[in-house]
């Protein structure tokens, strides 16, 4: 079938999205990680707060049955932001586009901002794919990668 779906994050999800984000090869990609990202009680305490804030908008992204990630809108340094994570094993089959470009119909409010890597040209992608378009850079430090490096900012006009 090979269907995108998206669905309320339980706590049930989080096991899951702990497994998926501490893959090294994803970290190194997505740059901008924790500083531990095998740190478990921390991933888990970030967690119970995303789920108790009614502001954080928030989907587990299922590919069919099965959950390949989680797409989330918040707000970082004021702005109002998405991030998106999927498991590796499913990387490359359009789950991250089909997903955000669906979850863009639950978290309305505009602009919307991302930030990635300036070497996540995947994610980069995902977000042209969704409308996103290039916006200003910044530098920050980025944990998985050990120094700072450039960050993308992207928008999402209305
Ligand atoms: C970035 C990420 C979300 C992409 O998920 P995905 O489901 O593989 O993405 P999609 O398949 O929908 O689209 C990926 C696009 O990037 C392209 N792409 C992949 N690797 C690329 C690369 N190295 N250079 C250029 N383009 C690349 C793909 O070809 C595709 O574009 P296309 O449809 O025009 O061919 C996924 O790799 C991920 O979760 N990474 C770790 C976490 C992360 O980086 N999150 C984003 C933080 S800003």
Redesign the pocket.
């Known amino acids: 079938m090979d269907e995108v779906r998206l669905r309320d994050v339980v706590a049930d999800d989080v096991e899951s999205f702990f497994e998926q984000q501490r893959d090294p090869v ?1 970290c190194k ?2 740059a901008f990680t924790a500083d531990d990202p095998n740190d478990r009680a921390n991933f888990l305490a970030l967690w119970t707060g995303i789920l108790a804030n009614n502001a954080i908008i928030k989907r587990t992204i299922l590919l069919d049955d099965t959950l390949v ?1 989680n797409v989330v809108f918040f707000f970082q340094f004021g702005m109002p932001s998405v ?4 498991d590796r094993a ?9 997903a955000l470009a669906e979850f863009l119909t639950i978290a309305t409010e505009r602009p919307v901002y ?3 890597a300036f070497d ?4 980069q ?2 977000l042209e ?1 969704c409308g996103f378009v290039s916006f200003d850079r910044d530098v920050a430090y980025a944990a998985a990668r050990g120094e700072e490096i450039e960050e993308r900012i992207f928008v999402l006009r209305g």
């Open positions: 994803a990609m997505a990630g991030g998106y994570w999927i499913y990387w490359g089959r359009g789950i991250a586009t089909r991302a930030r990635t996540n040209l995947a994610s992608r995902v794919k």
